[in-house]
């Protein structure tokens, strides 16, 4: 008797979550509910922080949802790489739901653009210019490791630090600094001040590889 009414609490459950979702894209063996966009609208604004309206939602989930396809036809195994990594990258993220799984796999896939970018061909005049159109970049140095913070200096057009700061970028490490009257400062960089320089670089690159990512995905989407 108990299994009888949980079987039918699930059901009506069910009918309700259907009934309640609209149909508002089907083509191309492609079906996307209403629930389907606001749950891609809402990962959308957690990880981008805008708000989309209907239309380029849409757009964009039916452009991701070509896109997968096609990887899973002509080229399972770097989609199941892709997979791999994000199982890594976001552990206890429930992948249940297939919006929230090709969302991810998308962010992922645009990722590798940028990182391949960042390894293989940004360059030292690239990050002097991303610096150049700051309106500052003034930062405290230190001549006992940020124990003491000395001044603050506008460090955007200084070429040893903009060096220095390659360097550690291209090494992983964050140890700043930058020559100052012939005297070499530490550079104190906190993790909010570094993410918004990481930010800076990485909306340039992502501008960069517009063009080869778009390629990428709209050919694949009509494969």
């Given at each position: 008797?108990?299994?009888?009414?949980?079987?039918?609490?699930?059901?009506?459950?069910?009918?309700?979550?259907?009934?309640?979702?609209?149909?508002?894209?089907?083509k191309n063996d492609t079906i996307i509910t209403s629930i389907d966009?606001?749950?891609?609208?809402?990962?959308?604004?957690?990880?981008?922080?805008?708000?989309?309206?209907?239309?380029?939602?849409?757009?964009?989930?039916?452009?991701?949802?070509?896109?997968?396809?096609?990887?899973?036809?002509?080229?399972?195994?770097?989609?199941?790489?892709?997979?791999?990594?994000?199982l890594n990258d976001y552990r206890g993220i429930s992948f249940d739901?297939?919006?929230?799984?090709?969302?991810?796999?998308?962010?992922?896939?645009?990722?590798?653009?940028?990182?391949?970018?960042?390894?293989?061909?940004?360059?030292?005049?690239?990050?002097?210019?991303?610096?150049?159109?700051?309106?500052?970049?003034?930062?405290?140095?230190?001549?006992?490791?940020?124990?003491?913070?000395?001044?603050?200096?506008?460090?955007?057009?200084?070429?040893?630090?903009?060096?220095?700061?390659?360097?550690?970028?291209?090494?992983?490490?964050?140890?700043?600094?930058?020559?100052?009257?012939?005297?070499?400062?530490?550079?104190?960089?906190?993790?909010?001040?570094?993410?918004?320089?990481?930010?800076?670089?990485?909306?340039?690159?992502?501008?960069?590889?517009?063009?080869?990512?778009?390629?990428?995905?709209?050919?694949?989407?009509?494969?």
């Amino acid at each position: 008797m108990v299994c009888k009414i949980l079987i039918l609490l699930l059901f009506l459950v069910s009918y309700s979550l259907n009934s309640q979702s609209d149909i508002v894209y089907e083509k191309n063996d492609t079906i996307i509910t209403s629930i389907d966009l606001e749950t891609y609208k809402k990962l959308y604004k957690e990880n981008y922080g805008q708000m989309l309206d209907n239309n380029n939602a849409l757009k964009n989930l039916v452009l991701i949802n070509n896109l997968i396809k096609s990887l899973e036809r002509n080229n399972k195994e770097f989609l199941n790489q892709i997979d791999n990594r994000i199982l890594n990258d976001y552990r206890g993220i429930s992948f249940d739901n297939l919006i929230a799984k090709n969302f991810f796999r998308f962010l992922k896939i645009r990722n590798e653009f940028t990182i391949n970018y960042f390894q293989n061909e940004l360059n030292v005049k690239e990050l002097e210019d991303i610096f150049a159109e700051l309106e500052n970049l003034n930062l405290p140095v230190s001549k006992n490791d940020c124990l003491i913070l000395e001044q603050l200096v506008d460090l955007k057009n200084n070429r040893y630090f903009i060096e220095d700061f390659y360097n550690n970028l291209k090494t992983n490490t964050n140890n700043f600094t930058v020559l100052i009257n012939d005297e070499i400062y530490r550079v104190c960089i906190d993790k909010k001040k570094f993410r918004s320089i990481e930010e800076l670089i990485i909306n340039y690159i992502q501008i960069k590889t517009k063009d080869e990512f778009e390629y990428f995905v709209y050919g694949k989407s009509k494969n």
